[in-house]
């Protein structure tokens, strides 16, 4: 078991791949956030479930030319379990994701709070998001 108090290399390179997806959606690039995904990866989105990457990658495109959406995610709360099944490192990473999104005006405000949860695997000298559920905590504003 790997808690918050006992950060690894593996527990710090998984929550930088959920920082930096979130990071290149805010950024205008969310393409670029295909790279933390598994090949056989699940992203749960808007009440959908894309399966693979050639799925999450349609999800990035279509979030990308959406221009007119400008977002900011914040993460909060993070809690961090790790453990070795036979020789299949897995880490999961539960946080609360809040969600704000530009106004017309270019205040930010909070559209919604999502508890989510980052499945993740190591294969092939590399760790990838395996899984990302969500589960809206606050309505949409």
């Given at each position: 078991m790997v808690s918050p108090a006992e950060p690894s290399d593996a527990v710090g390179h998984c929550r930088a791949l959920v920082v930096s997806y979130h990071r290149d959606i805010d950024s205008g690039r969310a393409t670029a956030g295909i790279g933390a995904f598994a090949d056989d990866a699940e992203f749960e989105?808007?009440?959908?479930?894309?399966?693979?990457?050639?799925?999450?990658l349609g999800f990035l495109k279509a979030r990308e030319a959406n221009t007119g959406r400008q977002t900011v995610h914040v993460l909060a709360n993070e809690v961090v379990t790790g453990q070795d099944d036979g020789g299949d490192d897995?880490?999961?990473l539960q946080t609360m994701v809040l969600l704000h999104v530009r106004q017309p005006d270019?205040?930010?405000v909070l559209d919604r709070v999502l508890?989510?949860?980052?499945?993740?695997?190591?294969?092939?000298?590399?760790?990838?998001?395996?899984?990302?559920?969500s589960r809206p905590?606050?309505?949409t504003v």
């Open positions: 989105a808007h009440g959908r479930v894309f399966r693979g990457r050639d799925e999450i897995k880490v999961e270019g205040a930010y508890n989510t949860v980052h499945r993740f695997r190591y294969s092939g000298g590399q760790w990838r998001i395996t899984q990302r559920t905590l606050h309505p």
